[in-house]
């Protein structure tokens, strides 16, 4: 994925977006996906349109992608699908808890959820029971 940062900003927007507790841990992270790859897909858009936009000449009709305008639309179209290569989610488990791990597809060590990895008490288990939740429940263990 691109920096940290950029990660970061939009993990919280998504999460300010669907209240994690509501899902569980494999449709919250299929959920998060999609959202992400409809983030990615409207960004390549506004790529592509912005290159086309470069490609036409005075009167107005596109140039011929031969030579250098093809290889520089070849190119684009090799970092978009990088892009949107670098924004899949891992989706393995967490070394911490259940849930899965939200981090870049092949992301070196270890799997993160990134969550407190605490059990919320809200699945049906929990909800059966809600004065037995301890901390030493991992969130997702029981769902």
Known sequence: MPSAGVKDELLAVFASLHDRSLYFPPKYKDKMQEWLDAVVHRRCER??????SWLIDADGDALPEE?????????????????RNRWKLCGSQCASCFHLCLLERDHPGAHDCSSVHDCDGVCSFCREDIADVTPEIQAGQCE
């Open 47 to 52: 790529v592509t349109e912005w290159l086309k």
């Open 67 to 83: 030579g250098d305008v093809r290889n520089l639309v070849q190119n684009v179209r090799l970092q978009l699908q990088d892009l």
